[in-house]
């Protein structure tokens, strides 16, 4: 196993006729008997049906990983099926700055104003951040509730002594 990939490696080589480029459509068992009674007792499904269901699943997965790599000669047979982990976090990357974005949408300015503030200061008072927004008390702990209902900032810690916490920067 690497970060990057999973290789199998296989001594023994392919069988005389099948490649790397023919083995999804060249479907032969090493031992007949042995596949015979597998499927008979439903531990496989089809003989040979493994490479099709592997080559389908990487062309249909949404992250589209690159084909498993075929090295094959007489003596030897290595397969390496490819990581999707770095385009998973990229796709997990964006899906979140849409879920930001579509959030930030139904922020008010008063609320954005707020935001900013609590991230330049995150123990930040009521009292300043009123003076810095311009609006009464009251009118900032109710902007607050908002923001704590759509989860964008939490209080940790108590009242006097916490801090603010911002869930989506």
Not at 72 to 101: C, G, M, P
Request: proline content about 5%.
């Amino acid at each position: 196993m690497f970060p990057d990939r999973i290789e199998f490696y296989n001594p023994g080589g392919l069988l005389t006729g099948i490649n790397a480029k023919n083995i999804a459509s060249k479907q032969f068992s090493r031992n007949p008997t042995i596949a015979n009674a597998l499927a008979k007792i439903e531990y496989i499904e089809e003989l040979g049906e493994g490479w099709d269901k592997i080559i389908k699943e990487h062309k249909e997965h949404p992250l589209k990983p690159m084909l498993p790599k075929i090295d094959a000669d007489e003596h030897t047979f290595l397969v390496n099926i490819y990581s999707t982990k770095d385009k998973f976090l990229e796709h997990e990357r964006q899906e979140s700055e849409k879920v930001v974005e579509k959030v930030l949408e139904k922020v008010t300015e008063n609320q954005q104003k707020i935001l900013e503030a609590m991230k330049d200061d995150p123990h930040i008072t009521i009292a300043k951040l009123s003076e810095i927004v311009g609006i009464s008390d009251r009118k900032i702990q109710e902007n607050i509730s908002k923001l704590k209902a759509i989860g964008l900032v939490k209080r940790v810690g108590p009242d006097k002594g916490g801090y603010w916490k911002i869930i989506i920067n």
